[in-house]
C-alpha cells in the first residue's frame, strides 16, 4: 500500500509563509521524483515544484520562483513545500506526487501517485 499524507495547510494572509509537508509510506522514496501541484475550481491540476530522487534537481512553475522551495529528506521519506509570500493567486488545493522517473516527466506527465491535498487560502 502506498500512502502519501499532506500536512500543513491553512489560512493565511498576503505575504505570509506556509510550510507543506508529504509523508509517504510504502514507496521506494529515494528512487522517485517528487513534487506538488495545485488545483483551482475551474481550472486544471498544474504543476508547481518538483525535485529529482537524489535532490540535486528542482524545477518550479513561473509563477513560484523566488518565493517557494522544495526539498526532501529521503531518511523520512518526506517532501517539503517552503511557501514565503503568499499570494491570493496561490489559493489552491495542493497535491503531493510521486514520479518513477525524473522531475520533468512529472512536471510534463504528473504523478503515479497522489496525496490527498490540503487547502491553502490566502487572503488580501
Known amino acids: 500500500q502506498v500512502q502519501l499524507v499532506e500536512s500543513g495547510g491553512g489560512l493565511v494572509q498576503a505575504g505570509d509563509s506556509l510550510r507543506l509537508s508529504c509523508a509517504t509510506a510504502?514507496?521506494?522514496?529515494?528512487?522517485?521524483?517528487m513534487g506538488w501541484f495545485r488545483q483551482a475550481p475551474g481550472k486544471e491540476r498544474e504543476f508547481v515544484a518538483g525535485i529529482s530522487w537524489s535532490g540535486a534537481n528542482t524545477y518550479y512553475e513561473d509563477s513560484v520562483k523566488g518565493r517557494f522551495t522544495i526539498s526532501r529528506d529521503n531518511g523520512k521519506n518526506t517532501v517539503y513545500l517552503q511557501m514565503n509570500s503568499l499570494k491570493p493567486e496561490d489559493t489552491d488545493v495542493y497535491y503531493c506526487?510521486?514520479?518513477?522517473?525524473?522531475?520533468?516527466?512529472?512536471?510534463?506527465?504528473?504523478?503515479?501517485?497522489w496525496g490527498q491535498g490540503p487547502q491553502v487560502t490566502v487572503s488580501s
Open positions: 510504502g514507496l521506494a522514496f529515494s528512487s522517485y521524483a
Open positions: 506526487a510521486a514520479k518513477s522517473g525524473s522531475v520533468y516527466a512529472l512536471a510534463q506527465y504528473a504523478g503515479n501517485y
